[in-house]
């Protein structure tokens, strides 16, 4: 198909707050119906809702998070999945295929879930749900972290098929 490389990556502006651009990435990822501030607001609460939680937190350890937008990264970082399995079909079966997970898609799963998990809890506004997953990533536990893990379990069972990964 021609015409399909577009420029996304060179129109990304870094988000106007943090001057980040993965925080940026993710916001346009939270946004629905083109509303970008409203999102941005959704994001913003989150994070500053988790600077209170930090502020809060009485541990003093070298692993903690200094502010919001270190845990922010942090978590993403610990959801991100290394490997994961694809369908292929060879001789008449569909085999469950692990292969290597490149950094792009790594970074869109990542977001892909934790987004997921805090759509799939209803009853509370979403700042609270985006701050409750991204705190518990951060902690290596929540629903986006039991997705990863549920991936590389997969991957690690059909580790036998391997060989047919090209």
């Known amino acids: 198909m021609a015409g399909r490389i577009t420029h996304s990556e060179e129109q990304l502006r870094p988000d106007p707050k943090f001057d980040d651009l993965v925080l940026s990435k993710f916001i ?12 941005q607001r959704c994001v913003y609460d989150a994070l500053e809702e988790i600077d209170v939680r930090l502020n809060k937190d009485e541990t003093e ?12 990264h942090r978590a993403i970082e610990n959801v991100k999945p290394y490997v ?3 369908s292929k079909r060879i ?4 085999y469950q295929v692990p292969i290597q997970v490149n950094k792009k898609r790594q970074q869109s799963l990542a977001f892909r879930w934790i987004i997921q998990a805090c759509r799939g809890e209803k009853g509370r506004p ?10 518990a990533a951060s ?3 929540g629903k986006a972290m039991t997705t990863r893990d ?3 379990r997969m991957a690690e069972a059909n580790k036998a098929f391997a060989h047919f990964a090209k």
Do not use: Y
């Not at 346009?28 to 999102?39: H, L, P, V």
């Not at 749900?129 to 991204?134: F, G, I, P, S």
């Open 28 to 39: 346009n990822c939270i946004m629905t119906d083109g509303r970008k501030t409203s999102a």
């Open 61 to 72: 350890s070298d692993a903690k998070p200094k502010n919001a937008l270190e845990l922010f």
């Open 84 to 86: 994961e399995v694809r």
């Open 91 to 94: 001789g008449g079966a569909n």
């Open 126 to 135: 979403m700042r609270f749900k985006l701050a409750d997953e991204l705190w």
């Open 139 to 141: 902690r290596q536990e």
């Open 150 to 152: 549920q991936t590389h």
